[in-house]
Structure formats: structure tokens, C-alpha cells
């Protein structure tokens, strides 16, 4: 009985008579037995872990294509800006072989994006707005402007390549002339273009992905210097690599330092995708080959075949980062404790640290 301060104006009401009946104890009926007669459960008893057994968070319908795309993102934009710098210190096949590379990364990650996208025009569409607020329109636009300069740039050297065989008659010397201007174009969007899919994981509601946008995009830009440099191991000459040695290192340490600063800010169930199952498996390979890789290539850099090994374990690892990471965001929307309990642990420090005047948090 609940009571209230109204409860003064209502009259008593008068005591009710009890009647007794003598009625045989019922028996309990298992479910799919009875004769119609008697009340009987229908069903077993369950237990419902969220709204109809269905996930709290629905995850983005991305599989391998966009993996794919995370990956050879990362190695396009950071072999830009391998290649510009290799330009500044005369190192010629450096230089071609990262533009090349940068190249062959952004024709590969364009069509594995419009894979995705099932249809091609779905890519054009995407491009009629510029929103600043939409790490997606963003990413398109950096994406789209980034192939074009380093298409500019990978013309120049396949044409250099194939001793001026190409086709190009007079439209050579203006290939020349912007091909210097293009390549630096590139290597300023090649940044942006490594680290902006973090941006764009850590803006959806994933439990891990949105957990882990603080330290994410410092993760990708690690793996792709990573891969970027691993790369120039395997395909430039010894006399040529030592930029792309130590910015391997660089991007062992950093990558380190960066996944686990990432999973220090997120609570354990959100980054329990990380570190258990197929993903956190494929997070621990690249976890050991970036140490076996970044140890090869500081050691042992001045040897062809340890140099080319290191290499292909820096890109092999880099690559089983990024399939790692959008795996492991993927899983964590299958367990509605990963969605609940994180926000209830935010919930209570708010409250802790007296927060109670917002649209948020109220007293509790």
C-alpha cells in the first residue's frame, strides 16, 4: 500500500469480510503438458541480457574492404611523406619507390572504399558537401585530394620509370613542372589521410572504438610510419634506408607507448575486445613482430636480407593493427555490459567529483 498526504481526506473504508474455501493444492504443470483445463506455462524461464537478445549498439556494417582501407591509408600517406623527404635529401630510389608506393596505397584503398560503398556513385555523392563537423565528408575530401596529387607525382616516375615512353607529348613538361608541387601537396595530406579513419572510428558509439579516440589516432599514425618505413626496407637499397630505418623505430616506440596509453583511458570491459579473442590475438602478433621488425632494422638495417625481413614484419604488423582494431569494436557491441557498465563507472566518478547540475548527471 503506498500512502500520500491526501490519504487524510478519504474516509476509512470498512473492513472486508474474508471467505475461506477449502481448495485442493495445485500442482505445478511443466510446460507443454496439461489438458487445457488449468493455467500452465508456456515458456521456460529465461534470462534476457538486453532488449529482446539484440545488441544495445548496433556496429557499422564494415567488413575486410574497410579493414583494407585502414591499412593502406595508413601506408599511402606516411610513403608521402617518406618520399618528400627523400626528395630533399637526394635519395632517388627512395623517392621513386615511396611514390610508387603511396601511389599503388591510395588506388588500392580507393577501390576497396567504393567496394563498401557497393555502388560507385555513392563515392561521387559523398562529395557534394564539405561538412567540418563529419570526420567522413572530411576523410573524403582528404582522400580524394590526396590521390589526385600523388597520381601527379606516380605519373612523373612511371613515365621517368619507362624512359619517357609514355604518351604525353607536350603535356611532359607540364608534368614536370607540377610533378615537385604535387608531391609536396601530397605529403601534407599525408597525415591527415593516416590518422583520420581514428578520428572516424572514435565517433561512433562502439564501446571501444569511442573509448579508445584519445590515443587512437597516435596508434595509427605509429603503424602507419610503421608501415610506410617497412616498406622502403624491403624495396630500396641498403645505401639509401637509413631515414626509413629510424623512423621505424620511431614508429615501433610510438605504436607501443600508443595502444598502451589507449588502453590505460578506457575501462576494462571496453578494452577487453583488445586483448581477448581473434582480435586481441591479431593485436598481439602485431605487437611481437613490431618488436622483432624495429629491433631488425636497428640492428641489423645495414644487411639486405635482415633489413628486407624487418621491413615485412613492420608492414605485417601494421596491418594486423588495423584489422585488429576494427575487429575488436566490432565484438564489443555483442556484450551489453561493455555498453552499460562503462557509462554507469562514468556515471558514479561524475557524481564523485560533485557533478550534479548537468543534463547528465543528477543527484542520485
Known sequence: MTLS??????????????????????????????DGSREMFMVDDVEFTSYYGRPIVKAPPWESPIAVYLFVGGLAGASSLLGAGARLTGRTAMRRNARLTALGGV????????????????????????KPTSPMSVGTWILSTFATASGVAGAAEIDRLLGERLPLGPLRRVLRAVETPAAFGAAALGAPLATYTAVLLGDT??????????????????SATMAAS???????????????????????????????YTKAQMHPLEAEPLEEGPAGAKLAWAERLAVAGGIGALLGGRHRWIAAASGAALVAASALTRFGVLEAGRESVKDPRRVVEPQKARLAARRARGITDDSITTAG
Open 230 to 260: 617497412g616498406m622502403q626496407l624491403v624495396l630500396t637499397p641498403t645505401a639509401e634506408i637509413g631515414p626509413a630505418r629510424a623512423l621505424a623505430v620511431a614508429g615501433v616506440a610510438g605504436d607501443l607507448a600508443g595502444m598502451h
Open 107 to 130: 588506388l588500392v584503398g580507393t577501390a576497396a572504399l567504393i567496394e563498401d560503398l557497393g555502388r560507385p556513385e555513392r563515392f561521387l555523392h559523398m562529395m557534394r558537401v564539405v
Open 205 to 222: 558509439a562502439v564501446p571501444t572504438w569511442n573509448a579508445s579516440r584519445h590515443g587512437l589516432a597516435f596508434v595509427f599514425g605509429s
Open 5 to 34: 498526504e491526501f490519504d487524510a481526506y478519504r474516509p476509512d473504508e470498512p473492513p472486508r469480510r474474508r471467505r475461506r474455501r477449502s481448495r485442493p493444492p495445485r500442482r505445478r504443470q511443466e510446460p507443454g503438458t496439461g
